[in-house]
């Protein structure tokens, strides 16, 4: 969420910013100017009614102790068109602050000056590209090859839950779990500290890292007890440090945590979201970071070093895309994609976006940090990113690896797999 002072100090900075991300903003910034002027009115007669309760509350007690008791109860008397004045003013300053918060959290957040013009993924911008394009004999596409070796049932899936909800088996189970064991060491050696979080959230952890009311749509609510099926661990994660003060002493702050994600992905469909491409339920590794303002973007920077050096360390072609405008989140000040190349789909699939927010999120949560020998607080800056998301991690590595003796495991997998290829 924007800062009111933002908005206010630099209004047409925003305007224009957020126009890089499509969003045509001015009306309802004129709009949150226009309620913040009632608020600041109200607030001022609310508390020039409070002065003179205070005021003539002290009378009374002083025309009591000196037992003037008929001019004490006449003083009281005037207290009562105060307070009905007082009540007034307090209910218009608590509706119009509900109003101007409800305009407030429509705004996106501010995209940064490098983050460049356009309107959807056809104009993100290669970065850089790494790895070396696999020269197959063999080119099954994963779904073909997860039947051939019966790795990933998704009919199983469908039986038990629906479309979107695969069953792994087998050496399949066990290369998912290698994966998963692997994104978390390599996680714990760059300085990270693992969490296991919960998979449902309430309301306000959604609301704190921006997924209500922008995504409320692609999210499983459980309506009996209204909570949330996390789309993702940055949810959980970064709502440990909601409405907290943080110290100068308590940084740098790095989590990692491996969760199920649920995405109801409605009007998802065709060949670009077969097999695992695109699900309903899968998993991921997520790194966050919580970080000083001055320093969120080398943080940013050292965080895409680490998820491209587990693309290296697995052998997988992939490139870093920094996202424009159009497609960045609503949430995101700077986002950048990274994709690795599907050798039988002949396609580029996402695995991991990695973002710095700046203070939209810590706005929302109430996360500050103390400067060192500072009494003021300081809204702090949140990061995150997959390292990394599964699915299409293993559609690659099917894809890319398969020979005609088997599906070769990576060298980096082998010790937690237990084997060096998947045969039939």
Not at 18 to 45: P, T
Not at 180 to 187: H, P, T
Not at 270 to 284: I, Y
Request: net charge negative.
């Amino acid at each position: 969420m924007l800062t009111l002072r933002l908005i206010r100090e630099e209004k047409d900075r925003v305007i224009k910013q957020l126009r890089v991300k499509n969003f045509e903003a001015e009306e309802l910034i004129e709009k949150i100017i226009e309620l913040d002027d009632k608020r600041k009115d109200y607030q001022f007669n609310k508390d020039n009614l409070q002065s003179q309760l205070n005021d003539i509350s002290k009378e009374i007690g002083i025309l009591y102790a000196q037992k003037k008791k008929d001019e004490a109860e006449q003083a009281k008397g005037k207290t009562v068109g105060i307070k009905e004045e007082l009540q007034k003013f307090e209910d218009l300053l608590s509706s119009v602050e509900k109003e101007m918060d409800s305009i407030i959290v429509l705004l996106p957040n501010i995209p940064h000056e490098s983050v460049p013009a356009g309107k959807t993924a056809e104009d993100n911008i290669i970065v850089k590209e790494g790895g070396k394009m696999p020269d197959l004999t063999v080119k099954k596409p994963h779904w073909d090859l997860i039947k051939e070796y019966d790795i990933i049932d998704f009919e199983l899936g469908t039986k038990i839950t629906g479309a979107g909800f695969p069953v792994y088996k087998g050496k399949g189970a066990k290369l998912q779990r290698a994966l998963i064991n692997f994104f978390l060491d390599q996680a714990e050696k760059a300085g990270y500290t693992e969490i296991q979080p919960p998979l449902l959230v309430n309301e306000d952890s959604g609301f704190g890292t921006g997924q209500l009311p922008d995504k409320e749509g692609q999210m499983y609510h459980i309506t009996l007890d209204n909570f949330y099926l996390i789309p993702t661990a940055e949810v959980p994660v970064t709502n440990i440090y909601r409405n907290v003060i943080l110290e100068e002493k308590d940084f740098p702050i790095k989590n990692v945590a491996y969760s199920a994600c649920f995405r109801r992905e409605a009007g998802s469909w065709g060949a670009h979201v077969r097999g695992l491409n695109r699900l309903h339920q899968f998993d991921k590794v997520e790194i966050v970071q919580i970080a000083k303002p001055e320093n969120s973007y080398a943080v940013l920077e050292e965080m895409k070093n680490h998820i491209e050096s587990l693309l290296i360390k697995l052998n997988l072609p992939y490139r870093i895309l920094k996202l424009c405008g159009g497609d960045i989140s609503f949430t995101s000040a700077l986002t950048f994609d990274f994709e690795v190349f599907s050798a039988a789909q002949e396609r580029w699939l996402e695995v991991s976006s990695v973002s710095n927010f700046e203070d939209f999120q810590a706005n929302r949560l109430k996360l500050r940090y103390r400067p060192e020998n500072e009494k003021k607080t300081r809204l702090a800056h949140s990061l995150n990113g997959s390292a990394l998301a599964l699915p299409r991690i293993m559609a690659a590595l099917l894809e890319n690896n398969q020979t005609e003796k088997g599906i070769v495991v990576p060298e980096v997998l082998r010790h937690f797999t237990g084997f060096d290829i998947i045969t039939k």
